[in-house]
């Protein structure tokens, strides 16, 4: 496998405008009392329902992103929400929060940053200079390691670096012009995954990007990194991978269903879930080495899962939100 130096830095910026929070009548919503998933929301911006992309959930408060621009908060455990003023039509792709910040990324370079738990946001855009024209690539995912390293990921092979908490943004080389979907940052340890069975990996905070082998064409959807050592990337076609040396070879699950699978999410190294189309839910008590099938309330594409101890939430196609409580 060929190392991939790192030594394109571009500037950006395109002006920057403060977000409120607006906030709407809140919708009823149904919170499951018994253990098991029930559909809590139909989330929407105007008078449809959109597409739920992401979430972010810390035990305390949720945050979804999705389509049109939408941005909405729970602080009861999804019973109601509030909806934020993104000042944005695009399709928003990914949410990640570490303790008052908060970062959000969609298409377009659309970028939202926030230093006080999103109580106000400041908006940019992020435009590539890798060509003659410049041209603002969608991003479809975002992580900071600590308050001041970041990384986006999105089309063409875009990596960006940000060592100043998200102020500024630099490009790091992929190699690739594939589209880059997810990763998974632990320190300076990092996992890329992307169209066509694409993975690339980092040891050095993003200096050097090189392939991993995933023994397959499927696009790859997500990747989730449990501990420095143990990981799963999910795909197309109900692949699942898994790697217990981090990243250094990847073994095929076996899994019964045919359908694409999405979002996952561990609360401990043995017990986690895992998402994907026609509503499919699945769950793991042996370190993601089995799969078993849960009792689903939608029919919808499920697109992201999370979990916080016992208690977690999936969202995805026509602003499908389910909730899960799990009695301890």
Same mark, same amino acid.
């Given at each position: 496998?060929?190392?991939?130096?790192?030594?394109?830095?571009?500037?950006w910026?395109?002006?920057?405008?403060?977000?409120?929070?607006?906030?709407?009548?809140?919708?009823?919503?149904?919170?499951?009392?018994?253990?098991?998933?029930?559909?809590?929301?139909?989330?929407?911006?105007g008078?449809?329902?959109?597409?739920?992309?992401?979430?972010?959930?810390?035990g305390?408060r949720?945050?979804?992103?999705g389509?049109?621009?939408?941005?909405?908060?729970?602080?009861?455990?999804?019973?109601?929400?509030?909806?934020?003023?993104?000042?944005?039509?695009?399709?928003?792709?990914?949410?990640?929060?570490?303790?008052?910040?908060?970062?959000?990324?969609?298409?377009?370079?659309?970028?939202?940053?926030?230093?006080?738990s999103?109580?106000?946001?400041?908006?940019?855009?992020f435009?590539?200079?890798?060509?003659?024209?410049?041209?603002?690539?969608?991003?479809?995912?975002?992580?900071?390691?600590d308050?001041?390293?970041?990384?986006?990921?999105?089309?063409?092979?875009l990596?960006?670096?940000?060592?100043?908490?998200?102020?500024?943004?630099?490009?790091?080389?992929?190699?690739?012009?594939?589209?880059?979907?997810?990763?998974?940052?632990?320190?300076?340890?990092? #996992?890329? /995954? %992307?169209?066509? !069975?694409? =993975? *690339?990996? +980092?040891?050095?905070? @993003? $200096?050097? &990007?090189?392939?991993?082998?995933?023994?397959?064409?499927?696009?790859?959807?997500?990747?989730?990194?449990?501990?420095?050592?143990?990981?799963?990337?999910?795909?197309?076609?109900?692949?699942?991978?898994?790697?217990?040396?981090?990243?250094?070879?990847?073994?095929?699950?076996?899994?019964?269903?045919?359908?694409?699978?999405?979002g996952?999410?561990?609360?401990?190294?043995?017990?986690? #879930?895992? /998402? %994907?189309?026609? !509503?499919? =839910? *699945?769950? +793991?008590?042996?370190? @993601? $080495?089995? &799969?078993?099938?849960?009792?689903?309330?939608?029919?919808?594409?499920?697109?992201?899962?999370?979990?916080?101890?016992?208690?977690?939430?999936?969202?995805?196609?026509?602003?499908?939100?389910?909730?899960?409580?799990?009695?301890?």
């Open positions: 496998m060929g190392m991939i130096k790192s030594n394109r830095v571009v500037s910026f395109l002006g920057a405008a403060l977000l409120s929070v607006l906030t709407l009548a809140a919708v009823p919503g149904t919170q499951a009392s018994d253990q098991g998933w029930a559909q809590l929301q139909a989330l929407g911006k008078a449809g329902q959109a597409t739920l992309n992401a979430l972010y959930y810390d305390k949720l945050w979804i992103v389509a049109n621009g939408l941005v909405v908060r729970s602080d009861d455990y999804g019973r109601t929400f509030q909806q934020i003023q993104s000042q944005t039509d695009a399709g928003l792709n990914d949410v990640f929060a570490l303790d008052k910040r908060m970062w959000i990324v969609g298409d377009g370079g659309n970028m939202m940053f926030s230093t006080d999103g109580a106000s946001f400041i908006k940019n855009m435009v590539s200079h890798r060509n003659a024209q410049s041209v603002p690539l969608d991003l479809y995912s975002v992580q900071f390691t308050d001041r390293h970041g990384f986006i990921v999105g089309d063409q092979g990596i960006l670096e940000s060592s100043d908490g998200g102020i500024s943004w630099r490009e790091q080389r992929s190699g690739s012009n594939a589209q880059l979907f997810a990763l998974s940052m632990r320190g300076k340890r990092g #996992w890329i /995954v %992307g169209t066509g !069975g694409l =993975i *690339l990996h +980092t040891d050095d905070r @993003g $200096k050097d &990007w090189y392939p991993q082998r995933s023994g397959t064409k499927e696009d790859l959807n997500r990747i989730t990194m449990v501990t420095d050592d143990m990981g799963f990337i999910s795909g197309n076609k109900g692949l699942l991978l898994r790697t217990e040396d981090g990243g250094a070879t990847w073994q095929h699950v076996t899994m019964r269903t045919p359908q694409s699978l999405f996952m999410s561990f609360i401990d190294k043995e017990t986690g #879930w895992l /998402v %994907g189309y026609g !509503g499919v =839910i *699945l769950r +793991t008590y042996n370190e @993601g $080495k089995n &799969w078993v099938e849960q009792v689903s309330p939608t029919p919808k594409d499920l697109f992201a899962v999370s979990f916080t101890k016992n208690r977690g939430f999936a969202i995805g196609r026509d602003g499908v939100v389910l909730g899960y409580f799990e009695k301890r």
